[in-house]
């Protein structure tokens, strides 16, 4: 059965620059979260890899987004893109980072709904 409303998964992968990932997801959750919450956003996960804080090579973070519906993850993402503080905070992430990306995706059961904007 399809939803009326699908769960929009929005996920951000950053690899971080070797010794950097304790103190980068602090700040992601202190800088970047609150603001994403705040958009609409709700927090789903949290993953460190390797499960170790690593000194000498790097971490990947990868944090879990979700919304509900494509109309509300287009919306907080417009949001987003006008916003002085997420640009901001992106430059700033950026000198922690080697690689970053961010996906966006659905159950393939929600995809007809999804893009149904």
């Given at each position: 059965m399809v939803s009326a409303e699908p769960i929009v998964y929005v996920v951000d992968e950053m690899v971080v620059?070797?010794?950097r990932a304790r103190a980068f997801l602090d700040a992601y959750l202190e800088r970047y979260a609150?603001?994403?919450?705040?958009?609409?956003l709700t927090?789903?996960?949290v993953l460190v890899s390797p499960p170790v804080w690593l000194e000498d090579q790097s971490n990947t973070v990868s944090v879990s987004w979700t919304v509900r519906g494509a109309r509300a993850w287009w919306h907080q993402s417009l949001l987003a893109r006008h916003d002085a503080e997420v640009l901001g905070w992106w430059e700033d992430a950026d000198q922690l980072l080697t690689t970053?990306?961010?996906?966006?995706?659905?159950?393939p059961a929600d995809?007809?709904?999804a893009t149904d904007v």
């Open positions: 620059s070797p010794g609150p603001g994403a919450i705040a958009r609409g927090l789903d996960r970053r990306r961010r996906t966006v995706s659905c159950s995809v007809e709904v």
